[in-house]
């Protein structure tokens, strides 16, 4: 094993035991590793769990990952499409944004429920 592998063997490894841990009490795996965050793991990025991310930055992860994907179905399905450019980014945005903060409040509950240590510490 090479120096670059180490530190993805490490993580992981703490993925593993993060996930078995969480089951063990009781968290759906969704939450524990939600699929953005499982597809991002295969593709070797070392993406804290949301769980131990601050509610900020769940925020802006989540939000983001909702902005890209329902662009995209947009974008697929003219259907969906609204009259004008900018009535459509708005919408997109502003769901992004909620549903960004709901499911920062999902995750910030769960974490205080579960008292979760950081996850340096994890």
Known sequence: MTNEEAPVEAFSSKIARMRKDLAVRGVS???AAPPAWRIAWRLGWNWTPPLFRSFR???LT???VWVVLWQIVVACLPILSAPHAGAAVGAVVIGGAFFGLVMA???HVQ???LRLPPWSEY
Do not use: A, E, H
Request: with cysteine; proline share 0%.
């Open 111 to 113: 974490r205080k429920r």
């Open 29 to 31: 795996q969704t939450l």
């Open 105 to 107: 409040c999902v995750v």
């Open 57 to 59: 930055v769940n925020v």
């Open 62 to 64: 989540f939000g983001s």
